[in-house]
């Protein structure tokens, strides 16, 4: 059985950096495993997504400049390194897993992530 567990979100000044960890437990295979976040009011979006070997990438466009995801095969852990946080980035941030494929933003196809951490908390202040 699959579990996803994040951590590393917290407050930052905007312009600031964060670094997300999801620590995966079992095994994902080829799936991918995505990072996404969801602010107050707001629909749940996808930000970066990595496939199960940790090569190939996907970025929403608000985050292919300022995001970087990864993903360490021998940890089981995948980051989503975060720099230059505005504002409009504050949010809960999830990552998942469950997808055949790392899709394209914006057709992220959530539903077919069926496997979700708890999130982690990212707050920015100006």
């Known amino acids: 059985q699959v579990q996803l567990m994040e951590s590393g979100g917290g407050s930052v000044q905007a312009g600031g950096r964060l670094r997300l960890t999801c620590a995966v437990s079992g095994n994902t295979g080829s799936f991918c495993i995505g990072w996404f976040r969801q602010g107050p009011g707001k629909q749940r979006e996808g930000v970066a997504a990595?496939?199960?070997?940790?090569?190939?990438?996907t970025y929403a466009p608000f985050a292919k400049d300022r995001f970087i995801i990864s993903k360490d095969n021998a940890k089981n852990i995948v980051y989503l390194q975060m720099y230059r946080l505005q504002s409009e980035d504050a949010a809960m941030y999830y990552c998942a897993t469950g997808a055949r494929y790392c899709y394209a933003w914006p057709r992220v196809h959530i539903e077919e992530y069926t496997v979700w951490g708890q999130g982690t908390q990212v707050t920015v202040s100006s």
């Open positions: 990595i496939d199960g070997e940790g090569i190939s990438t």
